[in-house]
Antibody
Framework: QVQLVQSGAEVKKPGASVKVSCKASGYTFTSYDINWVRQATGQGLEWMGWMNPNSGNTGYAQKFQGRVTMTRNTSISTAYMELSSLRSEDTAVYYC???????????WGQGTLVTVSS | QSVLTQPPSVSAAPGQKVTISCSGSSSNIGNNYVSWYQQLPGTAPKLLIYDNNKRPSGIPDRFSGSKSGTSATLGITGLQTGDEADYYCGTWDSSLSALVFGTGTKVTVL
């Protein structure tokens, strides 16, 4: 069965960076794009960008351009999302999700809580 | 500041039907497929509907989706207490080159 398992919760200080991992299993990792979506407490879903695990090509939401980097390690079927220059507004649960087409995501990771606090 | 607008909440009694609207524009819903997600409290979202009206394996036919012009609708029939959740629509926005989600709708079973 398809599974996306994310790394554990993080607490970071303002200005720091965080790197969240997403390990895929149950399918061919390089066959589907990985998207990252975040959700602040009590808020809606906010798309951050996508990465093609085969080519490494990426596309980022304009809001995160220059602050987010999405990478992968195909040998261990793992995708990464690194967000830099963290501020308190970045406190949220970050999800990775598999994309079968350009219009939807089907399987989601369990989420990683990132707390930014001094 | 989502580009897709949903009602904040809908409610109905067990066994009844609810519909959730999702309003967008020609750059998103008007020219792309719509998907719907269910998010139970404290859990990750789950895909309910993709390509406007298709259900993934395991999703009961109580859930249905439709699209007309720049709006889409999710229907839930035979409402159950386990359906209490937040529901989001989503689609690609060709102008933003971004996956966009709706503002979210909380379904309450009375």
């Amino acid at each position: 069965q398809v599974q996306l398992v994310q790394s554990g919760a993080e607490v970071k200080k303002p200005g720091a960076s965080v790197k969240v991992s997403c390990k895929a299993s149950g399918y061919t990792f390089t066959s589907y794009d990985i998207n990252w979506v975040r959700q602040a407490t009590g808020q809606g879903l906010e798309w951050m960008g996508w990465m093609n695990p085969n080519s490494g090509n990426t596309g980022y939401a304009q809001k995160f351009q220059g602050r987010v980097t999405m990478t992968r390690n195909t040998s261990i079927s793992t995708a990464y999302m690194e967000l830099s220059s963290l501020r308190s507004e970045d406190t949220a649960v970050y999800y990775c999700a598999r994309e079968p087409s350009g219009n939807s995501v089907d399987y989601w990771g369990q989420g990683t809580l990132v707390t930014v606090s001094s | 500041q989502s580009v897709l607008t949903q009602p904040p909440s809908v409610s109905a009694a067990p066994g009844q039907k609810v519909t959730i609207s999702c309003s967008g524009s020609s750059s998103n819903i008007g020219n792309n497929y719509v998907s719907w997600y269910q998010q139970l409290p404290g859990t990750a979202p789950k895909l309910l509907i993709y390509d406007n009206n298709k259900r993934p394996s395991g999703i009961p036919d109580r859930f249905s989706g439709s699209k007309s012009g720049t709006s889409a609708t999710l229907g839930i029939t035979g409402l159950q207490t386990g359906d209490e959740a937040d529901y989001y629509c989503g689609t690609w926005d060709s102008s933003l080159s971004a996956l966009v989600f709706g503002t979210g709708t909380k379904v309450t079973v009375l």
